[in-house]
């Protein structure tokens, strides 16, 4: 039985009626003697274990797995976060149970958070070249967004100290500067903080949304703009937490870290949705999840070529092997309808949920992507990781591929109109800065489809120039 819990965060750029929404949500739930703590948090996470790229099994080497865990509970004005410290202790078992070495730090101060985080930096430089290292930063508090920055504040810092930029750690800057950034690799930052402006001022110019560098997973326990829910008891975990620690402690070893985010990311969107309370289901969090090229990291050792084979492997296999959007749905739920509890059945169900946001995509109007867009032939690995990861669902992917046309690297030659036809792809997968670019790029063409990218920017979390405020064809900001 859940704890009651109690709205202890604010959006710390909410516009004033959504204000007032909070407001009425607080006393309904003081009135009922729920009190459902809602604190700005933002899961960060990227997590992508022992690599296998180029053929090579990695599975868990000693010494190449490191973890950071900040859990910042203590907060002036009411506003602490119950759950943080057991958010802690279950994620340090659980990532203990795949051969991490884990440091947990609590309720530091800025001086102690950078120190942590520079510690962890020379780890991971230290790490053997050999793309098998992993390196996870976990942080549980409270967060905001100044200028398109996301900062993460240290314990004793409050959302509303007309200093709390200076006296907080920056995301960007400062947290995944600690990983690498280098192919293959593996840096996540998992976020449970909140993520939005300091004030109604603070629009102009500003931005929430950002994608992972190269090597590095970021995953957020909500999307751009939301608050993120926990219990305000100090013996349960924030839902995002419980979620990932769940998935970490009974998925199978073959399972990649993408896949372990992305699996967490449907649980607690199950749970959010399917609630008894009807505030939370109001408020559910969406978990917000960036990639950069990484390489494949899985969670233990990759399955072997040789050997005994089960007709669960091979109806596996199928789901891998899978052409298209449509054909990866369809053996996707065979699996499923076959082995519902399958060892395989986390990585099927984000198999299926990515194509089904493809499928989504591809049948917008805005998306003018063919089949045969997927059927490219290259000798380029990242090219053809990249290709894989996007018939899946993969928004980040799809923008490196449009990249990659409007580029012509590779073995690719430039082809301006195949790389907006991408750059519509991942827009409509929900990558609030491929929308902005065309929104550019279709202003400045006077195609009427900029009215629509320019606001769907915004919805997803895009805080662009002040000029994509009109959203007009003619308006170039």
């Known amino acids: 039985m859940r704890a009651p819990a109690s709205i202890h965060g604010r959006s710390l750029r909410a516009s004033p009626s959504r204000r007032r929404f909070l407001a009425r949500a607080a006393g309904i739930l003081l009135s009922s003697q729920i009190g459902l703590a809602t604190r700005c948090a933002v899961a960060a996470g990227e997590a992508d274990a022992a690599a296998q790229t180029g053929g090579r099994d990695a599975g868990h080497t000693p010494g190449h797995r490191i973890a950071l865990l900040i859990c910042c509970g203590s907060y002036p004005d009411g506003k602490s976060i119950q759950p943080a410290r057991k958010n802690g202790r279950d994620l340090e078992a659980a990532l203990r149970l795949h051969g991490f070495d884990v440091q947990v730090e609590n309720d530091v101060d800025r001086a102690r958070f950078a120190a942590a985080v520079d510690r962890f ?9 050999d793309g098998r290292g992993i390196g996870i930063v976990y942080f549980c508090g409270h967060g905001m967004q100044y200028e398109g920055r996301n ?28 990983f690498p950034q280098r192919y ?20 102009t110019g500003a931005f929430n949304y950002s994608t992972a560098p190269t090597g590095c997973i970021v995953a957020f326990s909500a999307s751009a703009g939301q608050v993120s829910l926990s219990p305000s008891d100090p013996n349960q975990n924030s839902f995002y937490t419980r979620e990932l620690v769940h998935v970490l402690t009974n998925v199978d070893q073959e399972i990649s870290f993408a896949d372990i985010f992305e699996f967490t990311r449907l649980r607690v969107a199950r749970t959010m949705s399917n609630h008894s309370l009807a505030i939370i289901r109001k408020l559910a969090q969406r978990p917000h999840i960036t990639t950069g090229r990484t390489g494949v990291f899985r969670l233990g050792k990759a399955r072997a070529t ?5 007709a669960e492997d091979d109806a596996f296999e199928a789901v891998l092997a899978a052409p298209t959007p449509a054909d990866i749905k369809k053996a996707a739920e065979s699996f499923l309808r076959s082995y519902p509890e399958g060892r395989y059945e986390p990585q099927t169900r984000v198999a299926l949920a990515g194509a089904e946001d493809a499928l989504r ?25 990249d290709m894989r990861k996007a018939l899946r669902g993969d928004k980040d992917a799809a923008a490196r591929i449009a990249d990659s046309y409007r580029l012509g690297s590779g073995d690719l030659a430039a082809n301006p109109a195949r790389s ?6 991942s827009g409509l997968l929900g990558n609030a800065i491929a929308c902005y670019q065309l929104y550019r790029q279709l202003a400045q ?24 405020c009109g959203s007009r064809k003619s308006d170039v900001c």
């Open 361 to 385: 995509a591809l049948s917008s109007r805005f998306v003018r992507l063919s089949l045969s867009a997927f059927r490219v032939s290259s000798s380029d690995e990242r090219f053809a990781e």
């Open 184 to 203: 293959p690799g593996l840096g996540v930052a998992v976020i449970d903080a909140c993520r939005d402006g300091i004030s109604e001022d603070e629009k």
């Open 306 to 310: 040789s050997g005994p084979r089960t």
């Open 151 to 178: 900062y993460l504040l240290p314990s004793g810092v409050a959302s509303d100290d007309p200093k709390a930029k200076e006296k907080s750690v920056n995301l960007q800057d400062e947290v995944l500067a600690a």
């Open 121 to 129: 930096g020379k780890r991971m430089g230290g790490l053997p070249d």
């Open 420 to 425: 907006e036809q991408w750059l519509r792809y």
């Open 445 to 468: 063409k006077g195609d009427p489809d900029a009215e629509f990218f320019g606001p769907e920017a915004v919805r997803l979390g895009y805080q662009p120039p002040k000029g994509l």
